[in-house]
């Protein structure tokens, strides 16, 4: 006999994120291939339950995507049994309380980044969840990226030698609003409602670099608000309080140094909205969402700097691509099918609340570097304060 559905409460799936990714295309991706298939050979399905506060919306998107399950009455869908895993896209300031009831309810986590405003709450939802013993795992789709698994394969085979530098450029012009709508919503510009780029990509670069490179060990960082008036939704002109760029370098375990830009004001003259490169005594490459160049020891050109001769030489033409042979799948819908083995069967998912939480102090040490002009060290998980590193 296949295992029953799994029920999943999924709160805040009106949202961009949590309709699109979360629930488009992933849970209902995974009911459209059967369920997500399991180590024994079975295959386990899903049911969602859609929550949200407005209910015409959510009728309207069960109706259209022939879902049974809708409710406005969180409390209600959290005491009931048959819901075993609560997911939650909401804005970050509402998800910590929500959280919670769902650890005291027992239920299977898995939630959005970042899991809190700050690292003091991330690591008590962390340290909450540990102790009720629910599983719990937080997004972590960047390391799903095509590019990024060609990059992880290339760290494991040893191509990079002893890796130096990471470098990387994340970002795109996110129109003001007034002769174009924005691509994204008015609250990431106000810091009062949790947004900037700061909270929302450090995060991720948390992850990418703790898991591809190594741990962060220290943060210097600037964050600015380039763009200081933006049009909302309803066409009305509004203050940008928040971070819309952040300039940051991290010292990693091993030596490695890895600086990364990141800005919503900025034009793309790349190939890709996010591009890292990596270089090492034997080789590097350049990564993005896709695509992977290399550019082995045995075949660097030999450069001359010469200000007063125009130079020939098709740099780009040097580097080699990755083949893509094992094709990614959606990194939503991967690290979902990830964490559902992981609630069903006990599989691995290192991207506990932990993981987020050190995504959250991540963030909070790059705002305070950007306010003192200082470089920060970051204290293993679990410790509390930062101390200012040594210049």
Known sequence: MAPKPLGIIMNGVTGRMGYRQHLLRSILAIREQGGVPLASGERVQVRPLLVGRRA??????????????????LAAALEEDRW????????????????????????????????????????????????????????????????????GRLVESGFFGQILSVRGEFGYWVFEGDWQAAQRPSWNYRAEDGGGIV?????????????????????????????????????????????DAAYGVFELAGGVVAQINSSWAVRVHRRELVEFQVDGTHGSAVVGLFDCRIQPRNATPRPVWNPDV??????????????DNDPAEN?????WEQFIRHVVEDGPHPYDFRSGARGVRLAELGLESSRTGRRLRVADAGVGEAEVATR
């Open 199 to 243: 909270v929302d990509m450090f995060p991720h670069w948390n992850y990418v670099l703790e898991n591809l490179f190594g741990r962060v060990e220290s943060v210097y960082a600037r964050a600015v608000t380039h763009v200081s008036s933006r049009i909302d939704e309803r066409g009305r002109p509004y203050a940008a309080t928040a971070d």
């Open 310 to 323: 125009p130079d020939p030489h098709d740099y780009l033409g040097d580097w080699l691509p990755v083949p």
């Open 84 to 151: 075993r895993i609560y997911a939650d896209f909401q804005v970050t300031r509402a998800r910590p309380a929500a959280i919670r009831r769902a650890i005291a309810a027992g239920k299977d986590i898995y939630t959005e980044k970042p899991t809190a405003e700050t690292y003091a709450e991330a690591l008590e939802l962390a340290e909450l969840a540990e102790a009720a013993g629910i599983r719990n795992g937080v997004v972590h789709d960047k390391l799903f990226l095509p590019g990024l698994r060609k990059l």
């Open 331 to 335: 990194g939503f819908k991967a690290q």
């Open 56 to 73: 015409d919306a959510l009728r309207e998107l069960a109706e259209r995507h022939g879902i049974e399950d809708w409710t406005t009455d």
